[in-house]
């Protein structure tokens, strides 16, 4: 895991899904800011998916800053993005990872829409899912 986001898993680790909502934006407020200051940009993607993984069940904000922060790169690099979100969700779904599919499903044509609400169909309909997980798609998907 890249070095700036090691606060935001000690935060999650330490305070045991039960945070001030408040502290946890502002800590992403916080290494957004330090992304930013090292230039560090796309290439952070997949240590971002990897800790939303890790957390599956924790909302990262609506969008929240991070969520802005990896997609500011969806632009310029669309394919790599979705590739690296499908990956993520077939691997290890998490619920804000399904968020950002949705967020991708909803600004796409319709072909590549499709495609994609396939992906969130087969985490609803796999039972080795957690529920928790599992009905967030099926709220997409309705």
Known sequence: ???????IAHFLENDNLDFDED???GLQYDIVDQL??????FEIITD??????????????SPGPLTHFIESFYNQNQKEYVKS??????????????WLLNRVINGSEE??????????KSVYENKQV?????????????
């Open 36 to 41: 930013e200051d090292h230039n560090i940009g």
């Open 85 to 98: 979100l499908e990956t993520s969700i077939k691997t290890r779904p998490a619920v804000h990872t399904l």
């Open 48 to 61: 971002v998916l990897e800790l939303m993984e890790t957390n599956p069940l924790v909302e990262f904000g």
């Open 130 to 142: 957690a529920t928790d997980i599992r009905n967030v798609a099926q709220q997409f998907l309705e």
């Open 1 to 7: 895991m890249n070095e700036h986001l090691k606060p």
């Open 111 to 120: 072909a590549r829409a499709l495609q994609l609400t396939q992906v969130m």
């Open 23 to 25: 502290d946890f934006i």
